[in-house]
């Protein structure tokens, strides 16, 4: 009886715990940083292929002291930022990371980033698991919106 108790225990556990894998992180790449600047930002395509809601609550990375998921508004006809506090993704749901629109931001990098590095990002989960992936550090042709 109390080993039926701990498995039913587990498997309930199990069904309501959001599992790590089941957020895929795809075609990631933060920018060179500019010249004389120590920020810089991150792209890439984040999909939930579980059967749970994702809800991600911060970003970090090991080069920058403070990171975080930004998105660009546009009000006025003046671009701005604004930090996201979480993002949620409903199964199969994607968020496309992009110029322009919802980033993350690395800030006060301890140096700065060129072409052909590769940089590690952990998004934090609301379940308190880390889920890191490499992104490519390249260069990107300014557009009329920049960081």
């Avoid at 498997?11 to 500019?34: F, K, M, Q, S, Y």
């Avoid at 590095?117 to 992936?133: A, P, T, Y």
Wanted: glycine fraction near 6%; proline fraction near 4%.
């Amino acid at each position: 009886m109390l080993r039926t108790l701990f498995f039913l225990t587990l498997t309930l556990l199990g069904n309501a715990t959001v599992l790590a894998a089941d957020l895929n992180i795809a075609h990631g790449w933060a920018r060179e940083t500019p010249p004389g600047r120590l920020m810089t930002a991150a792209y890439g395509t984040l999909t939930n292929t579980g059967d749970k809601t994702i809800v991600i609550n911060g970003v970090s990375s090991d080069v920058a002291a403070h990171s975080s998921l930004h998105e660009t508004l546009i009000e006025r006809d003046r671009s701005t930022m604004r930090p996201v506090k979480s993002l949620s993704l409903a199964p199969g749901e994607e968020a496309e990371l992009a110029p322009g629109g919802m980033h993350i931001m690395l800030m006060k990098l301890d140096s700065p980033l060129k072409e052909g590095q590769s940089i590690d990002i952990c998004f934090k989960l609301e379940n308190n698991n880390d889920v890191c992936h490499d992104f490519s550090v390249t260069k990107y042709k300014m557009s009329a919106h920049s960081h």
